[in-house]
C-alpha cells in the first residue's frame, strides 16, 4: 500500500531544463518526473492508454513524451497532445473534443 505521506524522491537542482526526467518506482509503483517549459516538476505514472511506460531509462531529456505501444503523445504538463489513432462519433455533434475527452 501507498504511504499517504510526502515521499522525497529527488532534488529540483536535478531539473535544469524543459523535457529533463527521471524516473522513480516507489512500492512497485513506477512514475518519473518531468520539469515543463515554466520551471514546473510534474509526475505522471504510465500511458492513460496501456498502462506502457511513457520513459524507459531512468534520467534524460525528452522532446515529445510519447508512449512506444500506440503512439500517445504528453505534454510535459501530462496532457494528451497526441492519440495516435483516428476517431469518429456517429452520434454527430458530441459537444466535447477527442482530447477533452481522453483526458479524463
Known amino acids: 500500500m501507498i504511504s499517504r505521506k ?5 532534488h529540483q537542482l536535478r531539473f535544469k531544463q524543459a523535457g ?3 524516473s522513480v518506482v516507489y512500492a512497485d509503483f513506477p512514475f518519473f518526473l518531468v520539469q515543463d517549459r515554466q520551471d514546473n516538476i510534474n509526475g505522471f505514472p504510465v500511458c492513460r ?3 506502457y511506460p511513457i520513459v524507459e ?4 531529456k525528452a522532446r515529445i513524451l ?21 476517431w469518429v ?8 473534443r477527442l482530447l477533452n475527452w481522453l483526458a479524463k
Not at 510526502?6 to 529527488?10: A, D, S
Not at 531509462?57 to 534524460?60: A, K, W
Not at 510519447?66 to 483516428?86: E, L
Request: glycine share 16%; charged share 15%; aromatic share 16%.
Open 57 to 60: 531509462t531512468q534520467s534524460g
Open 20 to 22: 529533463e526526467y527521471t
Open 49 to 51: 492508454h496501456r498502462a
Open 6 to 10: 510526502w515521499i522525497l524522491v529527488t
Open 89 to 96: 462519433n456517429l452520434q454527430g455533434k458530441c459537444g466535447r
Open 66 to 86: 510519447s508512449c512506444k505501444y500506440h503512439g500517445w503523445s504528453y505534454g510535459f504538463k501530462g496532457n494528451v497532445t497526441k492519440a495516435g489513432f483516428i
